[in-house]
């Protein structure tokens, strides 16, 4: 079967990098048309660098990178820095990377390769703030039909939020840009905190990537080692939740994953509640389902999956 064609748009962030790098890894899997940075955990001159990093550290040069929106689309931008250190991948050495830039913004990428894509070819998958996806699609609604699927990682239902009581950080950074996308009218796959919070990168799980005895496998024990260390401490949990991996984990092997489609709303009224995911899981607004909300993941399947890709790189 052929490979299918995605865009990854993230904010590396060291689960987004894990993430890029399953993809990576999954060539006759993933067609990757092009990764679009955005800013996030990590201001954009970051994220960008390390999205370049991965594709140099997987070898595959054929994949472009492009630098998107610096911040959300009316609010200041938040950060992550307490949970992925100063240079958003502390655990990996950090060079100038040989991947170059892609000279045009991410969303003028997004517009023209979707543009030039037949009707439902292309997936997007991003994990991180939603800004880029929501420009490209406010620039040019014509892209809309060439939208296969959205496979977003974002949101909280019954997990609580992680950035504030009510709201997961991807929805809370740009909760306007997250409302663009969930009223978009295209199908989107929703891996929540619901989710993620059963993918815990416990100590074997963690040794399981540095036995691979491959520099890929060790750099990312030792991304993952320092990434987990916040939220072990935070939610006190036998390891961190492995958040971004599961948008292409669900790509690749969907049957780990089980989820019910409902009607997600997103709240951007000021106030204490602003980017909470409002899911109706019993239907009692009678609203139409605008997505696929993820509920429950095999885990052992997912690292499984996870490390013996890894281990190609
Ligand atoms: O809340 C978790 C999400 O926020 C992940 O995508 C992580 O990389 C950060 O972007
Ligand atoms: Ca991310």
């Not at 987004?16 to 955005?38: E, H």
């Not at 019910?260 to 709240?267: G, L, Q």
């Amino acid at each position: 079967m052929a490979a299918r064609p995605i865009i990854i748009d993230c904010d590396p962030g060291q689960d987004d990098a894990v993430a890029l790098l399953l993809a990576l890894a999954s060539p006759a899997d993933l067609d990757i048309r092009g990764i679009t940075a955005v800013a996030g955990n990590v201001p954009l001159a970051l994220t960008e660098r390390n999205a370049r990093l991965m594709v140099e550290l997987s070898g595959r040069k054929d994949v472009r990178v492009f630098a998107g929106c610096s911040r959300p689309m009316l609010r200041k931008l938040v950060t992550a820095e307490a949970v992925h250190g100063q240079t958003g991948l502390d655990g990996c050495p950090i060079h100038a990377p040989t991947v170059p830039l892609e000279r045009q913004h991410a969303a003028t990428f997004l517009v023209e390769e979707l543009l030039a894509a037949p009707d439902d070819a292309i997936t997007l998958v991003p994990v991180g703030p939603l800004t880029n996806i929501a420009l490209a699609l406010i620039m040019e609604p014509r892209i809309l039909p060439k939208i296969r699927e959205i496979v977003l990682m974002g949101g909280a239902f019954r997990e609580g939020g992680n950035t504030t009581p009510a709201a997961e950080f991807n929805i809370y950074v740009d909760s306007h840009a997250a409302d663009v996308v969930f009223r978009c009218g295209r199908p989107i796959t929703v891996l929540s905190l619901d989710v993620t919070h059963q993918a815990l990168t416990t100590p074997s799980r963690l040794a399981a990537f540095r036995k691979l005895g491959t520099k890929v496998g060790g750099i990312v024990g030792d991304m993952l080692a320092f990434y987990d260390r916040h939220d072990i401490a935070k939610y006190g949990m036998p390891g961190g939740p492995l958040h971004d991996p599961t948008t292409i984990a669900f790509l690749l092997a969907p049957d780990l994953f089980t989820g019910k489609r409902v009607s997600v709303e997103i709240d951007i009224a000021d106030g204490p509640s602003l980017g909470a995911t409002r899911v109706d899981w019993w239907g009692v607004t009678q609203k139409p389902a605008n997505a696929l909300w993820i509920e429950r993941l095999n885990a052992d399947g997912f690292y499984a999956l996870l490390t013996e890709r890894i281990g190609r790189l």
